[in-house]
């Protein structure tokens, strides 16, 4: 094949976009990043080339997208104008249909059901009213959930029958929220399919996952858990990839529960975090993956070399890195981000648990 020249735009500026900078990069593909804070960021100080505008600069969009050959986000939550817009001048990858429903809860979770997967009990909640009914026909306790922008713990509320509801209400500040019954589950797990523009799929080994404070913790690849859940799980991914049009990669979040189903909880149309073990554990990481779907490249092999345990490293975690660096066979990530705050994610590591 021919070297390929591709230019890839990335929406977004943070970590995710630092690593797909970096897989790209090892393909010899360019990168261009825009964002609001391109210039001082992860991303924007490894990339090719960096615009620092608003996401509804239509000039400086219109500058980007002439600039580059494909474009894709690196979170979801990119206003959904912004990339309706540059869809008319490039190819745009995960599409507006992913963007659309991964954006807002209650339409994700509709759309999982529609196609056959299991979610908990939910309700949309635009006021007062409205919850009081939805805990009325919950009858337990439920989290109260921002349907749009929410992410690592924030954004939701635990709420349970004796709590006073107009309070909760107010304080999540939202009229545009989803109660989700609380589900009993033994475990996390998470599933990522990548798919091309002309439908090809690859499957990622599945990961399970431990969280604190509503934040990723730890992972643990290939999951531990039975085939059958994987092939679940698996297949699930490909639905919803194959029903929204998705170009690049799908993560799957769920519950597994005790009596071993598989619940739908989210779903996020880019890279994700549970999966960055692949760096060092796959053939192809999940950057890689997304950068070789852009180019329009083959897929590459998702073989997984031995079980592998991803950390993240929080803010709070930041004083014992020395003690980490000069941990034996131990792959440090740091994502160069200014300062340290408590529940900021500055890097992961990942290490061989077998091989």
């Known amino acids: 094949m021919d070297m390929p020249h591709t230019t890839i735009g990335i929406l977004g500026s943070g970590q995710l976009g630092r ?10 593909i360019k990168t261009h990043i825009f964002a609001p804070d391109a210039n001082s960021s992860p991303a924007g100080e490894m990339a090719t080339n960096a615009t620092t505008a608003a996401y509804d600069d239509y000039a400086a969009l219109d500058q980007f997208a002439a600039s580059v050959d494909v474009i894709t986000s690196e979170f979801e939550n990119v206003p959904s104008e912004t990339m309706a817009h540059l869809a008319q001048f490039r190819p745009v990858s995960p599409g507006t249909t992913a963007l659309h429903i991964a954006q807002h809860r209650v339409r994700e979770k509709n759309f999982a059901r529609e196609h056959g997967i299991l979610t908990p009990d939910f309700w949309h909640v635009r006021d007062a009213a ?5 805990m009325a026909e919950l009858q337990g306790r439920g989290v109260l959930k921002t349907c749009q922008l929410g992410y690592d713990g924030k954004g939701q509320i635990w709420i349970d029958p004796s709590d006073d509801l107009d309070a909760s209400f107010a304080a999540l500040g939202s009229d545009d929220a989803i109660l989700e019954a609380a589900v009993d589950f033994a475990a996390e797990a998470s599933f990522l399919v990548a798919r091309t523009a002309d439908g090809r799929i690859a499957h990622f080994p599945a990961s399970l996952n431990t969280h604190k404070n509503g934040i990723l913790a730890r992972s643990v690849a290939p999951a531990p858990i039975s085939e059958n859940l994987v092939t679940s799980g698996q297949e699930a991914g490909q639905r919803l990839a194959e029903a929204m049009a998705l170009v690049g990669v799908l993560a799957l979040e769920t519950f597994v529960t005790t009596d071993g189903k598989l619940l739908f909880n989210e779903i996020a ?6 999966f960055h073990w692949t760096i060092e554990g796959c053939a192809t990481s999940q950057f890689t993956q997304l950068a070789r779907c852009l180019a329009g490249m083959a897929l590459g092999s998702t073989h997984s070399y031995g079980q592998w345990q991803m950390d993240n490293l929080l803010g709070e975690d930041m004083p014992g890195l020395e003690q980490l660096v000069a941990e034996p066979g131990l792959h440090l990530h740091l994502y160069g981000k200014a300062s340290a705050k408590t529940g900021r994610k500055m890097g992961h590591t990942n290490r061989l648990i077998t091989a």
């Open 269 to 274: 149309p880019r890279p994700h975090n549970s």
């Open 19 to 28: 690593m797909l900078v970096i897989a790209a990069a090892q393909l010899g």
């Open 130 to 134: 409205s919850l009081h009914q939805a």
